[in-house]
């Protein structure tokens, strides 16, 4: 059999130098953004029983999941997703806790990806919760910690979108027809493909829910959705949705938002938890969303805890792919100095590397027997200057 | 700002869209004397045409690198990805059909059946709605000969006018689904773009 023990497996990758520095850079300001909003940082398991992923209301697709066996014979998966994991945490082990719990996190999720496709099967995301509020105040200290989150990374332009669950469940309820169609109507809307909704739509008895249907892909854009969309929808549950939605773009308008902030009444996630207020984030040159979040109020019962709760999560690997192509400093130094120590005088040198990095400087300790070899490799590192250190310290500049 | 840039399926497909871009006005010399080359522009348009393989149109969109993409339903019937899929552009219409010899009873009989495509992923959607097993065979080239040669019990492929498979004594079973062109946008561009993407499709829909 062929051994594969010089490449990585499909969809996932080693980080280098400067890509390494972008990540932990994006991962570092996303986690000060998280930390100094007052959220606390929790990791939870690699791997998860499947059934965590597995409920009765959601369930993350099966064969997306990385899957393994415990020495039970259970199934395994590798973590697709870390709000799931986060509210089985907070359903079991913060039961009682005080509310709200502000929680954050970092760390990867695995997705097994269609071969070929050129999306990572590893992707490290970042992103907070809050657990136990239903309030509009939690909504939007969500959203404007996410704007705050996208603007502190500095990358290209970005959107943020915004759009409710309810309005699509209020129009299907009203609907009245079977689970299936439901979810046909749901992804017609949701990858916007006017003309089979239309089709599909016309199949089912005209009422003013169907043509509402129809017109939902279409209503995102600015503030002006709210106008349009409040002429076209007559029905008392809806008119409350988009009042609050619009109180929520007016509050981000006053943080001088505007134009970053977009309004998608079309956002009807097929395979989510969410269950009010929706968002997406955007940047120039990825072509999906980055961030992505929402309020589930349901999730945590299902692992019998009965709490509100809503949040989002970044792609950190999307935002350190952007940054990487803005030529960003991202910390890898070459060393101010290289010490090298004469024979004897080891102990000496790493005191004196001690020394210099206290001082502020990067030192780097020399690991060859030979000065001709520490400088030759000095010279090919771009290290400017060597400290030779015997009896005295001589300090000799690199040609 | 860079320039919108639409992936275009190369045959058929591209010819009638040029055309659509014809009938807007748009400056079509370097799209109709096109050479080798892969990357087009429209310049009074503000348009980037890239000429591409059908699943390639999908690739592209669905990675941002391309905004829009004009190609069949077919392709996206058996590829899938995520985009949106906005306007049915009404040219390149052709059927989806199960195709076999002539005056046979396909689903006679209980033994599990044999069936050839291009498209397995279409074909074992059709069936699996049928609630029926089958046997898929992936041919590259005339999947008509399949049946002939008794690799398979059908096909499924795409027919037009059905001239190919009369000629070779075959006959249409049953239809699976109709194919037209279609037009889809990266799901990011129309968020970032939405104006110009917004405006494009309006006139491209305008002149259908």
Known sequence: MRKHYNITPEGTRDLLFEECGAQKKVENILSDVFKNRGFTEVITPSIEFLDVFNLKSHNFPNEQMYKLVDTKGRIIVMRPDSTMPIARLVATRLKGHPLPIRLFYNQPVFTLNQSLNGRSDEVVQSGIEIIGSSSKRADLEVIATAVEALNSCNTTDFRLEIGHIGIFNTLVEALGVDYDVVEEIRWLIEVKNYPALNDLLDSIEDSDCTGMLKQLPRLFGGEEVFETASKMFNNSKITEILEYLKTIYHALSELGLHEKITVDLGIVNRADYYTGMVFRGYIEGFGENVLSGGRYDHLISEFGCDLAATGFGINVDAIARALLKQKVDFGNKIPDVLVHAENGYEMKALLYCKDLIKQGKTAENSVFEDLSQAEAYAKQKGIKQIDIISEDVTLRMVK | ?208
């Open chain 2, 1 to 208: 700002m860079r320039p919108i840039r639409i992936a275009l399926t190369k045959g058929r497909l591209e010819k009638d869209t040029v055309g659509l871009f014809q009938k807007l006005e748009y400056d079509c010399s370097e799209l109709l004397n096109k050479g080798r080359k892969l990357i087009l522009s429209v310049p009074d348009a503000n348009l980037e045409v890239v000429l591409a393989k059908a699943a390639d149109v999908i690739t592209y969109v669905e990675h941002g690198v391309c905004d829009l993409g004009v190609v069949g339903k077919d392709t996206i019937m058996e590829y899938g990805g995520s985009f949106f899929e906005v306007t049915d552009l009404g040219f390149g219409k052709c059927q989806f059909a199960l195709a076999g010899e002539k005056g046979k009873d396909f689903y006679e009989g209980y033994s599990v059946k044999t069936i050839a495509t291009k498209y397995p992923n279409v074909t074992r959607r059709f069936f699996e709605g049928k609630g029926m097993d089958i046997e898929i065979v992936k041919i590259e080239g005339s999947v008509e000969l399949a049946p002939l040669l008794k690799l398979s019990n059908a096909i499924v492929d795409i027919v037009e006018t059905g001239s190919t498979l009369k000629e070779n004594g075959l006959e249409v079973f049953e239809y699976v689904a109709p194919i037209s062109a279609r037009m889809i946008v990266n799901t990011a561009s129309v968020k970032l773009r939405k104006q110009e993407i917004e405006s494009f499709v309006e006139k491209i829909e305008s002149v259908l």
